[in-house]
């Protein structure tokens, strides 16, 4: 099974049931269909035992049906006794949504899918390769340090 480009390496199974893990996300790689029409049909085929969303331009992600990044950073936000004002996220694919609803401020990155850039805070216009959340972050930490010279 070719895995080139991402490092990996990687098994074939013919049967998962037997396979004796706990599995919490199956990430499914497709290059001869479009991911959101496979996602759809997944949708239909599967929607009690699992929530399908589009993860990349070829990728889509089975998670339990409750679940999504959302959930799981207001679970971070809880251990850690953080409130969600005090959350920033960035995102680029439609599975970040939920992640950048959970958040008090949100970025979608320069390319984010349509449907992510209408949730997000912010629509940056730098991407990875311009290393925008890097910038973003830095920025916010500038305001952070004036606001607390200011203070003094």
């Avoid at 990996?8 to 001869?32: A, F, M, N, P, W």
């Avoid at 035992?49 to 959930?71: E, H, L, Q, R, T």
């Avoid at 979608?108 to 990875?128: D, F, I, S, Y």
């Amino acid at each position: 099974m070719n895995s080139e480009g991402y490092g990996l390496r990687l098994i074939y199974r013919e049967d998962l049931s037997k396979l004796h893990l706990h599995v919490s996300k199956v990430g499914v790689y497709c290059t001869l269909h479009n991911p959101r029409e496979e996602a759809e049909k997944g949708r239909e085929l599967f929607s009690d035992a699992a929530n399908i969303v589009v993860s990349g331009d070829c990728w889509m992600d089975y998670v339990p049906p409750d679940s999504d990044k959302g959930k799981a950073l207001k679970g971070l936000q809880d251990y850690l006794g953080i409130s969600r004002e005090e959350t920033i996220a960035f995102g680029d694919q439609i599975n970040d949504i939920g992640l950048l609803r959970a958040a008090g401020d949100s970025y979608a990155v320069k390319g984010a899918q349509p449907e992510l850039k209408a949730v997000a805070g912010h629509v940056m216009t730098e991407g990875p390769e311009e290393n925008g959340v890097l910038h973003v972050m830095e920025s916010l930490l500038q305001l952070q340090k004036q606001d607390k010279d200011q203070e003094k």
